[in-house]
């Protein structure tokens, strides 16, 4: 444990990691993936949360653009991250890992509820967490729900997993010159309005002294390298 840079983290997946090159759904190739990724954390045992977005399913800011009233859009979206978090669940049991689904809308057949002090217990006991439906309310999203609960587990740091190296100045796709930062202070990211996470996230973490981890999800190994200190991606936090 002493090489780990954090004894606990919260891995945030947004939903379109599980979609792979599709544009909808599940790519099955794809979960194993993240789920071997995971698995690599888990046996430096690190204690591992998992939140994971819906927007390979349903996007609930964009069905309430098309006219669906916002507060049931957002309300399908989050049953759109309980089905993501079982399938997640599914990859990662298959390959040994003892999770729990903890959902912030009741639905006991399927997975607990929310439950603080239980989710804390779990990790102790060396199991993943999955939380899924976000915060179990409309207009916030999977981002804030992500850093409420990575304070609430007291969890070291969210790692933010995306399709890029970490956070640039510049497009990386459309400029070649575009220049990675390695660190970032919360009040350049909220005045800029940087997309990689909503604002209200972003003002948790400031708020609550709490570092993000920016860094692409698909080279492999990389969660295991930033859990064990390498200098992977972006970290946002007080640089001052």
Known sequence: MADLRWPRV??????????????????????????????????TEVEMAVVVGGGNIMRGALAAESG??????????????????????????????????????SMTDLAEPFIRRRAIRHLEKGRVVIFAAGTGNPFFSTD????????EIKAGAVLKATNVDGIYDKDPRKSTDA??????????????????MD???????????????VFKLTTPGNIRRVVCGEP?????????
């Not at 729900?145 to 304070?151: E, I, N, S």
Request: net charge negative.
């Open 179 to 196: 220049q990675l930062f390695q660190s970032l202070d919360y009040s350049y990211c909220i005045e800029r309005r940087l997309g990689v």
């Open 232 to 240: 992977i991606g972006t970290v946002v936090g007080r640089t001052r």
């Open 10 to 43: 919260l891995l945030k997946l947004s939903g379109e990691a599980l979609a792979g090159e599709r544009d909808f759904g599940w790519d099955p190739s794809t979960i194993r993936m993240v789920a071997d990724e995971i698995k690599q954390v888990h046996q």
């Open 144 to 151: 804030t729900a992500a850093v409420l609960r990575a304070l």
């Open 199 to 213: 604002m209200t996230a972003f003002a948790l973490c400031e708020e609550n002294n709490l570092p993000i981890v």
């Open 68 to 105: 669906m009233d916002r507060v049931m859009a957002d309300s399908l979206g989050m049953l759109a991250t309980v089905q993501n978090a079982l399938a997640l669940q599914d990859a990662l049991e298959k390959q040994d890992v003892t999770t729990r689904v903890q959902t912030a809308i």
